[in-house]
């Protein structure tokens, strides 16, 4: 069974990146957590519902992709340039430290968003090469609507086909009916399903999702 632990930002950043192959990774029977940093809404000044329901869309979305276990950070949202890159690494070292995951997901260090920034900043300090390290395979994942909008180009190396999975990574994404925009917004549903049916395309299969390869380490048990 393989440890796989994936490091979200916000609640729908998982979904957007690599729900797909959370998904296949749990049809597979491989373990998977989820972590997030903030809670994705309160810097928009919203009330304590608002929070509530989007840990409970989250919860809903995880379901749906077959993950049962997550771990909700409390750093500040769209603020975590206000706190130090340690304590956030120290964060995530200590969950790390529990799981001993095999591959880790997250953001692409050149995201626009700052907390996808420096959560991909976190997430290369956190699991840096070092003797005794679990983890054989790190990856970055692409959210439409940040990825990009940088000249820091994300330059995928890796996909994973998603053609069997790609209609739980729809609905798992409809929990969040309240961050989906219309067309021709990048995020729009079909935005998002034609981004998966392009990185299909590349290398021929009908969906896929794409990453950036950061590293990855082969070795014997």
């Known amino acids: 069974m393989t440890r796989v632990l994936v490091v979200a930002a916000h609640p729908d950043d998982d979904i957007l990146g690599c729900g797909g192959t959370i998904a296949r990774h749990c049809d597979n029977g491989d373990e998977v957590q989820v972590v997030f940093m903030t809670d994705g809404v309160s810097a928009r000044g919203i009330d304590r519902k608002a929070v509530a329901d989007r840990w409970k869309a989250c919860e809903n979305a995880l379901s749906v992709l077959g993950v049962g276990l997550y771990h909700r950070l409390s750093f500040p949202d769209n603020?975590?340039?206000?706190?130090?890159?340690?304590?956030?690494?120290?964060?995530?070292?200590?969950?790390?430290?529990?799981?001993?995951?095999?591959?880790?997901?997250s953001h692409f260090m050149g995201d626009l968003n700052i907390d996808h920034m420096l959560t991909a900043r976190a997430v290369f300090t956190t699991f840096r090469p070092q003797p005794g390290?679990?983890?054989?395979?790190?990856l970055s994942f692409e959210v439409p609507s940040s990825t990009g909008w940088l000249k820091n180009d994300f330059c995928p190396n890796y996909y994973?086909?998603?053609?069997?999975?790609?209609?739980?990574?729809?609905?798992?994404?409809?929990?969040?009916?309240?961050?989906?925009?219309?067309?021709?917004?990048?995020?729009?549903?079909?935005?998002?399903?034609?981004?998966?049916?392009?990185?299909?395309?590349?290398?021929?299969?009908?969906?896929?999702?794409?990453?950036?390869?950061?590293?990855?380490?082969?070795?014997?048990?």
């Open 160 to 221: 994973v086909d998603i053609s069997d999975q790609i209609e739980r990574k729809v609905s798992a994404l409809l929990s969040y009916n309240m961050e989906l925009r219309d067309e021709p917004h990048a995020r729009s549903l079909s935005a998002i399903k034609n981004l998966a049916k392009y990185r299909g395309s590349s290398v021929g299969k009908k969906f896929a999702e794409a990453f950036m390869l950061e590293r990855n380490v082969i070795w014997d048990e």
């Open 133 to 138: 390290s679990s983890v054989r395979t790190l």
């Open 79 to 105: 603020e975590m340039d206000s706190v130090s890159l340690l304590s956030i690494v120290k964060k995530i070292e200590n969950i790390a430290s529990d799981v001993a995951p095999d591959i880790v997901y």
